[in-house]
């Protein structure tokens, strides 16, 4: 086609055809192609631009942080797109608030810094040193340059400058110290009763217009979970070895390569007595020491204590301090001649004179170890076992590559996977995001892939996962229910337990809150009123606000009351997190006294005001920098 265009696209009308093209395409297409100043921006900062590309790629960085940092923890659904990216966005937009004003400090940051913190990243480092290799990989994983990341680096040491120093001039006064202890170390005279909501459970009663309404006003309480049904492939080389083709000649070979795995070798614990020689020694010197070797032999053969002449006339210093002993020694650790001698002693018996290099040896051995004189037909079974185990786990790393990339290039389907390397597409029962699943299936990171958007939404394999020792799979979802609300009639039941437990906690509270009115009234006490009503009544004293025995929320509401003035008592109510409901009586309120503390609490209590401070300042200078600086947010995919 182009060459018919070319034949008979002739002359002037040709010519302003292709001028008229070429004009628009040089004012814009040749932008677009370049990439230039078409980058939606989600926001300006002081003139300086955040693209909708560095805030997905600063996302990602976010996402792939608490993944690694949460490990198996790690859920996709906490990470919701929507909500994160306004959170990553408000961080940038500070880092430019803060960088500008770093600037026009005149903050800097060194090269030595930014390569001493670099190095000092243990990512970056092998055996305990910084590895450049590794730093290179991970920067290009990462999929930004040498040079971006170094950027990154700077500027996140300068705006660590800028946040110490402002954290670091926080101070806290001894006024505002001492508040500080009074309000944490106060302590209130407690005590409270407990109106049991199950009492009042046999007094509701309920309609089936009564019970619509409920659901109704409380359909969230009956929402249905999002949940999935799992289509999978797993591997898993205990399952291959199966599929290992055995022959005698490579067990055989097998069991030669790996001997030691199936028989050990034979081991002698022995020791010995040196008398050394020295390599320049004359005929006169090497005599000298043969009698004396001679003389300590005859004296082991008649009976002499082994141990005892060896710490006396040893002259190995290893060895004599311990009698002579060598510990269990196998063959190839001695020079030949003393490994010959000993390794052809029975048990207790000791040898004749042995000449080595370092001198005149008398040898012992003490005990004998291994060795087993069985060869590969009595351990036919067991090598079998182990060369099907070997050849298995060679073969997983082949079969999860291929699994690998089979699920890539058939996205939409497990089948190519499955025929390939003949393994089973097994399916799971629902499962929600929560769903605690068995086997290979239970590792977290299998709910994370399944609930991705890769997988759920757009229907694809998952990639491989490694859920176990030499252990993977790849998922897809199979089949998909929307989280919902079951339909009024589903719910019946539930419906009229949970209706009767709401009214019996309101009956509850009505009836603590009569008792509250009373007792403001001046009528009987507290322990009096419980005692009439037969309610429990705790009496836990003073408490703090931390006090591991009372419930919290009663602490809450305790700690919350104001004061009551000398020999009142004030009353309040909360209702417990099991549904009944509390009567609080406070009758006494003791602050904390920053004389009682002792030195070490003291500095932990100054530790605890100043940081609180520091923090407070941080935020107050970083809103007060915000508030002054021009900042143009978009909107955001």
Do not use: C
């Not at 930004?144 to 705006?159: K, N």
């Not at 299936?441 to 890769?454: E, I, K, W």
């Not at 939404?457 to 989280?483: D, K």
């Not at 507290?526 to 037969?534: M, N, P, T, V």
């Amino acid at each position: 086609m182009l060459q018919a265009i070319r034949e008979k696209a002739q002359g002037w009308i040709a010519w302003a055809i292709v001028i008229l093209i070429s004009v628009p395409f040089a004012l814009w297409g040749i932008q677009e192609y370049l990439g230039v100043g078409s980058e939606p921006e989600v926001a300006v900062v002081e003139g300086e631009k955040i693209t909708q590309r560095m805030l997905d790629q600063r996302t990602r960085d976010f996402r792939e942080n608490m993944r690694l940092s949460l490990g198996d923890a790690y859920r996709a659904d906490f990470f919701e797109d929507s909500t994160l990216k306004k959170q990553v966005l408000d961080g940038m937009v500070e880092q430019a608030v803060l960088a500008k004003n770093a600037a026009d400090w005149n903050l800097r940051t060194s090269d030595m810094q930014a390569r001493g913190f670099i190095s000092s990243i243990p990512a970056f480092q092998r055996d305990g040193r910084f590895d450049q290799l590794s730093y290179e990989t991970a920067v290009r994983n990462r999929g930004t340059s040498r040079a971006g990341f170094e950027q990154d680096v700077r500027q996140d040491l300068l705006l660590g400058q800028l946040r110490s120093g402002v954290r670091d001039s926080a101070f806290v006064t001894e006024t505002e110290l001492a508040t500080r202890v009074r309000l944490n170390n106060e302590k209130r005279k407690l005590i409270y009763a407990r109106v049991a909501a199950d009492k009042f459970l046999d007094q509701i009663e309920f309609s089936e217009d009564d019970l619509k309404s409920y659901y109704e006003a409380n359909l969230d309480r009956y929402r249905t979970p999002e949940r999935v049904k799992l289509s999978y492939v797993l591997l898993d080389a205990a399952t291959l070895a199966s599929l290992i083709d055995v022959n005698e000649e490579a067990l055989e070979q097998y069991f030669e390569d790996h001997r030691t795995e199936f028989v050990a070798p034979e081991e002698r614990a022995m020791r010995h007595i040196l008398i050394s020689v020295s390599p320049n020694a004359t005929e006169e010197e090497v005599q000298a020491a043969r009698n004396k070797a001679d003389d300590l032999l005859m004296q082991v053969r008649e009976g002499g204590d082994f141990a005892s002449l060896a710490k006396e006339n040893s002259d190995d210093p290893g060895s004599a301090g311990s009698g002579g002993d060598l510990g269990w020694v196998e063959r190839g650790l001695m020079v030949p001649p003393f490994e010959q001698a000993a390794f052809e002693l029975n048990k207790d018996e000791v040898s004749e004179l042995v000449r080595t290099d370092f001198g005149f040896h008398i040898i012992q051995v003490t005990d004998i170890r291994g060795g087993s004189d069985a060869g590969f037909a009595d351990l036919r079974e067991k090598v079998e076992s182990a060369f099907r185990k070997f050849e298995a786990e060679n073969l997983y790393f082949d079969y999860a590559e291929r699994l690998a990339n089979s699920a890539y290039e058939s996205p939409d389907s497990l089948t190519p996977a499955s025929e390939a390397l003949g393994l089973k597409v097994q399916t799971t029962d629902w499962i929600t995001r929560d769903a605690v699943l068995p086997g290979a299936l239970g590792s977290p990171r299998v709910v994370n892939a399944a609930f991705a958007d890769d997988v759920l939404v757009e229907g694809h394999n998952s990639e491989l996962i490694e859920v176990g020792q030499q252990q993977a799979l790849v998922v897809r979802v199979a089949e998909h229910e929307p989280a919902g609300v079951k339909p009024f009639a589903d719910n019946l039941d539930l419906l009229g337990k949970d209706y009767k437990v709401d009214k019996a906690s309101e009956a509850a509270a009505a009836a603590g809150a009569k008792a509250i009115a009373e007792l403001d009234a001046g009528g009987e006490s507290l322990e009096q009123l419980a005692s009439d009503k037969a309610w429990v009544l705790e009496q836990p004293g003073e408490v703090g606000r931390e006090q591991p025995t009372v419930p919290a929320e009663v602490l809450a509401k305790a700690f919350g009351l104001k004061p009551p003035e000398q020999g009142a008592t004030a009353y309040a109510g909360v209702v417990s997190a099991e549904g009944d409901y509390m009567v609080i009586a406070v009758s006494g309120v003791q602050g904390g006294e920053l004389a009682a503390l002792s030195d070490a609490e003291r500095q932990e209590a100054v530790q605890q005001a100043t940081n609180v401070a520091a923090s407070a300042q941080l935020r107050y200078f970083t809103r007060s920098l915000r508030d002054r600086a021009k900042i143009d947010l978009k909107p955001i995919e």
